[in-house]
C-alpha cells in the first residue's frame, strides 16, 4: 500500500484502505437484499466511476436481480463543470421495475439530477439510491439517498474507479487530495522594474497563474468577446474602462484555471477601490490576495533600462524621457494609497529590484515562502 501517489503533478494521500470499502459495500448489499428479497430489481450502474463498486457489490447480492449501465459526465480534473452530459442512455427494459441506482460517490447532486429525469417518463414501479461514498456536507439534498456506504468529507478523491483526468481508477485504496495553501499575489513595480520577468520565474516555480490585466485586456478586445467590445467602446471615446469591467475579465480569468495553486495579478489593481473590488470577488470565491509584494528600484536607473528596452521594443513611452518620468509619478500618485491599504492588512512587501535577475526572483521567493 502506497501512502502517497501522485498524478498530473497532484499529490493524493492515502485515505481509506481497501478493507474498509469491502466491508461498507458487503453491508450496502446486505441492506438492499433485506429490502428486494422477493423481487427482481434492475440495478443500473453509473458509468465510469462506479465500475469497481457495481462488480464488488454484485458478488455479494445473493438474490436474482438484473444489471445496466448509464454514462453521465460532468467533473474535468478537481471540478465538477456544472454540467452533466448524458453519454449512454438507459435501456428500455426498466418500466414497471424496481429500479436501483449504483453511484460511486454523491457530492453535489448534480448527476443525480440528471439520473432523476432520465427515469422520469421510465414508469419505473419504483426508484432508490445507492453511493458507495456521500458527501452529505455538500449535498443540495434534493433527493434522498436511500442507502450509502461510507460518508466523507468534502475531500476530491481518488481510486477504487474514482479518477483524476482518467488516472487513478485501478488504485485499491482511496486516496485523497493533498490541498497546498492557494497562493494570490498581487506584483507592484514601476515601468521598468521586471514585473514581466519574475512573474515569469514565480509562475513556473509556484506553479501559479499569472494574469496580466494588459494581455487580459488585448486578447478580449482581439477575440471581439462582449467584455472585450464592452471594454474598446470606452477606450475608443478616450475614457477610462469601468472598474466592473475589469473585474469580469479577470473573474473570467481566475474561474478558467479553478484547479490553479494560486494567481499573480499584474497591472491590476491601481486603486483603492479596485482593491476593495478584488477583495470582495475574491471573497466570493473563498479566496483572498496573500501578499502584495512591490519591486522596488531608483528613477534612474530604470529610466535607463527603459530607453534600452525603447531601442529594441518601439515603444514612443519607452523612447522619451519626459513621457517615462510622467508615468513614474503617475504610478507614484497611485500606488501610495494602495501601499497604505495593503499595509493595514499586513500584506505589503517591499522587495530590491535592482540586481541579477535570479537574485531579485530569490528575494521574492523568500517573501512568499514566509507567508
Known amino acids: 500500500m502506497e501512502r502517497t501517489v501522485t498524478l498530473f503533478g497532484k499529490r493524493f494521500d492515502h485515505f481509506i484502505p481497501e478493507s474498509e470499502i469491502l466491508q461498507a459495500v458487503e453491508k450496502m448489499a446486505a441492506d438492499i437484499a433485506r429490502d428486494y428479497k422477493d423481487e427482481v430489481p434492475v440495478f443500473v450502474g453509473v458509468l465510469n466511476g462506479a465500475y469497481m463498486f457495481v462488480s464488488d457489490f454484485m458478488k455479494h447480492y445473493p438474490h436474482p436481480c438484473e444489471l445496466t449501465f448509464v454514462k453521465l459526465g460532468s467533473y474535468r480534473g478537481l471540478t465538477s463543470t456544472g454540467i452533466v452530459e448524458t453519454l449512454l442512455d438507459l435501456p428500455e427494459q426498466v418500466a414497471g421495475r424496481h429500479v436501483i441506482i449504483l453511484e460511486d460517490i454523491v457530492d453535489t447532486g448534480r448527476t443525480l439530477q440528471e439520473l432523476v429525469h432520465l427515469f422520469a417518463n421510465k414508469n419505473v414501479r419504483d426508484f432508490k439510491i445507492a453511493s458507495l461514498f456521500y458527501k452529505s456536507e455538500i449535498y443540495n ?19 477504487y474507479g474514482l479518477d483524476y483526468k482518467e488516472q487513478g481508477r ?20 514601476k515601468p521598468g522594474a521586471g514585473k514581466g520577468t519574475q512573474a515569469a520565474f514565480l509562475k513556473e516555480k509556484y506553479d501559479l497563474k499569472h494574469i496580466s490585466t494588459g494581455d487580459v ?17 470606452y477606450i475608443d471615446k478616450g475614457d477610462l474602462v469601468p472598474d466592473e469591467v475589469t473585474i469580469r475579465m479577470l473573474q473570467g480569468e481566475v474561474e478558467k484555471d479553478p484547479d490553479a495553486a494560486g494567481f499573480i495579478f499584474d497591472g491590476f489593481p491601481r486603486t483603492v477601490a479596485q482593491a476593495e473590488a478584488l477583495d470582495e470577488f475574491l471573497r466570493s470565491k473563498e479566496m483572498r490576495i496573500d501578499a502584495t509584494i512591490a519591486l522596488e528600484a531608483g528613477d534612474e536607473v530604470l529610466l535607463e533600462r527603459l530607453l534600452e528596452r525603447g531601442k529594441v521594443s518601439g515603444r514612443s513611452d519607452d523612447q522619451d524621457p519626459e513621457k517615462i518620468r510622467n508615468r513614474f509619478e503617475e504610478y507614484n500618485q497611485k500606488t501610495a494609497p494602495l501601499k497604505s491599504y495593503y499595509e493595514e492588512q499586513g500584506k505589503f512587501h517591499s522587495v530590491n529590484g535592482i540586481g541579477e535577475i535570479q537574485e531579485i526572483t530569490g528575494r521574492l521567493a523568500a517573501v512568499i515562502e514566509s507567508l
Not at 154 to 159: A, E, H, M, N, T
Not at 175 to 182: E, S
Not at 217 to 233: D, M, Y
Request: net charge neutral; hydrophobic share 40%; no cysteine.
Open 141 to 159: 439534498g434534493e433527493y434522498p439517498i436511500d442507502y450509502f456506504g461510507l460518508e466523507i468529507p468534502d475531500k476530491f478523491i481518488v481510486g
Open 170 to 189: 485501478n488504485l485499491r485504496d482511496i486516496y485523497q487530495l493533498n490541498r497546498q495553501p492557494m497562493i494570490n499575489l498581487v506584483l507592484f513595480g
Open 217 to 233: 485586456f488585448r486578447q478580449n478586445i482581439k477575440n471581439g468577446t462582449e467584455l472585450g467590445q464592452l471594454a474598446k467602446s
